[in-house]
T-cell receptor
């Protein structure tokens, strides 16, 4: 079974621009979660999509948004980029939604975003 | 909100030595995951602990969950260079909108 894939792997943008990141989950997985990882804040939850609906959302500004398609692929968009948005963005897929320990998440390799 | 604190934050050990990483939760643990991350890459699933007292082993890595102490430990026996990386514990919060809450990570360096 193919793992979680993320594209692109690396991205350089300038302040004020917007960016779209893509995530393809493991086949059969309907939940996709997005996380931001920075040296200062660590790994923080952005949001989760399940069956094309946002199910959970972390504490991030409205500039961060996402969507999920009928094939479970998900995109994350960041508008009006700030220097502090430079981070590794990870997506994870799981079979189900919710916070049960049994909803094991499988992570992709991440997209490294640098904002200049 | 739930917080996970890992200790130590970084660890340098001689190849062949044993080591332990701890993860302590500020709230009740309803299970816990351990992941490993190579710098700048995705997380690799190591183990999932579902209930208190549970202990799992995979190759030279053993993890335990102590519900009463709200703590988990990860123990590596006879460390090898391949064990180097960042170890992260993650737990589903008892309530709230978070999918998983993570510790800050422990950076492990193995000296030959």
């Amino acid at each position: 079974k193919a793992g979680v894939t993320q594209t692109p792997r690396y991205l350089i943008k300038t302040r004020g621009q917007q960016v779209t990141l893509s995530c393809s989950p493991i086949s059969g997985h309907r939940s996709v979660s997005w996380y931001q990882q920075t040296p200062g804040q660590g790994l923080q939850f952005l949001f989760e999509y399940f069956s094309e609906t946002q199910r959970n959302k972390g504490n991030f500004p409205g500039r961060f948004s996402g969507r999920q398609f009928s094939n479970s692929r998900s995109e994350m968009n960041v508008s009006t980029l700030e220097l502090g948005d430079s981070a590794l963005y990870l997506c994870a897929s799981s079979l189900g939604s919710g916070t049960s320990i049994y909803n094991e998440q499988f992570f992709g390799p991440g997209t490294r975003l640098t904002v200049l | 909100s739930q917080e996970l604190e890992q200790s130590p934050q970084s660890l340098i050990v001689q190849e062949g030595k044993n080591l332990t990483i701890n993860c302590t939760s500020s709230k009740t643990l309803y299970g816990l995951y351990w992941y490993k991350q190579k710098y700048g890459e995705g997380l690799i699933f190591l183990m999932m602990l579902q209930k208190g007292g549970e202990e799992k082993s995979h190759e030279k890595i053993t993890a335990k969950l102590d519900e009463k102490k709200q703590q988990s430990s990860l123990h590596i026996t006879a460390s090898q260079p391949s064990h180097a990386g960042i170890y992260l514990c993650g737990a589903p919060p008892p309530q709230g909108a978070q999918k998983l809450v993570f510790g800050q990570g422990t950076r492990l360096t193995i000296n030959p």
